[in-house]
């Protein structure tokens, strides 16, 4: 089976290629330049745009990025399992839909499985990397997809950003959850709730959202991986990973950087937890 994702997992492309994963990558437009997410432009690059002032863009794979893909490995018989990011956040998971439907036309017989994961940033990449795992393992492929959609259901989200207005700008959050926030200096955590960003607390100063990312932690049991991101925010995740090391039984932190798409919404100074709840 191969195992295909859009840039949104910000899973690296040096790691994709390690774990034989097939990327497609978004497209971000700063000054009316193009450019594919990873492949054309990083991070650092993004921030530093939005430091400038200037507003990033992101658009949407489009249905013939993924009909090339998906036709390579369909006429070599090859199996197809794309898990994307989230369809409340991108028009993405409807392009594959599209390049899928477009060459069961041709080939009716096409083992082509499209899983919309309702995640995002990390929360998607957690769920590839098990999804890599199992074929590792060389899982059948009805286990297979029974345990993925599990993660899906499993995966969860917390994180803070610097500025709401600017979430709101980028039409991932209403204007009004951002003018309350600014308007009370708060530091917001929020989650990921049916694939939509949902501001679920305010905090007085970073160290009480990270207080409460850890709540989260232990009330939900979790006593495996937790992956952090950040952007232009290292600090911060370092931080929060002391915190969760210090306040629960949890060895296993990693922090990696937020990848362009994703920072382009949420802006310098974000930091996410993501984690898999075992329990539901």
Do not use: W
Not at 213 to 235: F, G, P, R, W, Y
Not at 239 to 246: A, M, P, R, T, V
Not at 251 to 267: A, M, N, R, W
Not at 273 to 278: H, L, V
Request: proline share 3%.
């Amino acid at each position: 089976m191969q195992l295909i994702v859009d840039s949104c997992s910000d899973i690296s492309i040096d790691e994709l290629d390690r774990m034989g994963i097939e990327m497609i990558p978004l497209k971000i437009t700063i000054d009316e330049e193009d450019y594919l997410d990873q492949y054309e432009i990083s991070n650092t690059e993004v921030l530093d745009a939005i430091s400038e002032g200037k507003r990033p863009l992101t658009s949407q794979a489009n249905p013939e990025d993924f009909t090339k893909v998906f036709r390579k490995y369909v006429e070599r018989n090859v199996p197809v399992l794309y898990m994307a990011f989230s369809s409340e956040l991108s028009g993405t998971y409807q392009s594959a839909v599209i390049a899928r439907d477009t060459i069961l036309d041709d080939h009716p017989d096409a083992d082509i499985t499209l899983i919309d994961t309702k995640a995002a940033s990390y929360g998607l990449g957690l769920i590839v990397e098990r999804a890599h795992g199992y074929v590792e393992e060389g899982m059948a492929k009805e286990e297979l997809l029974a345990k993925v959609e599990k993660d899906v259901k499993a995966i969860r989200h917390f994180f803070t950003v610097d500025d709401l207005d600017y979430l709101a700008k980028g039409g991932r959050l209403s204007k009004g959850q951002a003018f309350l926030g600014g308007l009370l200096n708060i530091k917001p955590l929020l989650h990921v709730e049916e694939g939509r960003l949902v501001p679920l607390e305010k905090h007085r100063g970073i160290k009480k959202v990270h207080s409460s990312m850890v709540k989260h932690l232990i009330a939900d049991n979790v006593s495996h991986e937790v992956h952090i991101t950040q952007a232009n925010a290292e600090s911060q995740a370092e931080q929060l990973k002391q915190k969760i090391l210090d306040g629960t039984d949890i060895t296993d932190v990693k922090i990696s950087t937020i990848g362009p798409t994703i920072s382009s919404h949420t802006g310098n100074g974000t930091v996410a937890m993501f984690y898999f709840n075992e329990g539901v």
